[in-house]
């Protein structure tokens, strides 16, 4: 009996090393609060690799990596090569897509408040478009898309949308009138090219070259890199900067997908994002005043500046007493904040 117990606490002891060596203590982490397995992280947006966002994820795939002691890799997917738009969100939502640089037009049919961002003349300026989204304005926005699954990691550059078409430039709203623009899914959108008295139509930005190329509409409003990156001036003869939006571009995962890393990792993404957002924010804003110029001096394009912006503004006053009632709240926090 006696040696049967000598034998029964000696295999106890083995038992014990050989947990203790596979649990690896702690010179099995990385550093970053996790294990030695490398995780990967894959991000998509819809610009070309010359645009601001290209730069901006790849900004932000060195600093996470440099700042997870190389734990922590971003594969970056640019032109949408894992899917675009509404699309590109559900695939966060479903858990098959870690990252998405998306529009707040995308964004807003899953958290329908972010629409709020998307009015018509709400902003005049960068300055004042980060004073309100930096501030607790976007704070608000934020906590709201976590009631709905989604990690918004930051506010990023998108830019002040342009007209372009290939009928007329554009003077007054009244110019606008039966013109066949696409737009993106956005409510806000269609609501303010319906009062601008033009025909609006949903679609992807990568369907808009054919779609105006085959006349299925005769316009898009964009920033002017998309104008320029797209190759709509190839397509559109006019070009009016008219500014009548601003949309930001959050950098967004699911809830889910964030909460599932350490809080070290998390602030590793959170501290990355913003510094990397910072440096595309200041890309994205040199490269739009850039591009006006460039769009200027085009042979194949007629740029023009409408002379009273006020007659747009009036035009879609429906757009916001149709909406007050949604985004009063909102609408009141922006307006307090600029």
Known sequence: MKHKKIVIIALSLVLCFLFVACSGGSEGTNGTGGTNEKITLKLNHVGATTHPYHLGSEKFAELVSEKSNGSIEIQVFPASQIASGAKAIEFVQMDTLDIALESTMSLSNFVPEIDVLNLPFLFKDAEEVYKVLDGEAGQKLSDKAEEYGFKILGWWYNGFRDMSNSKKPIESPSDLAGLKFRIPESEVFR??????????????????????????????????????????????????????????????MSVEKFNSFSAEQQQILLDAAAEAGAYERELGIQEEKNLIEQIKTMDNVKYNKPADMQLFRDAVNPVYEKLSESFGEYIDLIESTK
């Open 191 to 252: 609501g303010t090219f319906e009062a601008l008295g033009a025909l609006p139509t949903s679609m992807p930005v990568s369907e808009v070259f054919t779609a105006i190329q085959l006349g299925t509409v005769d316009g898009q409003e964009n920033p002017a890199a998309n104008f320029i990156n797209n190759r709509f001036n190839e397509v559109n003869e006019y070009y009016s900067e008219t500014h009548h939006i601003f949309t930001a571009e959050p950098l967004i």
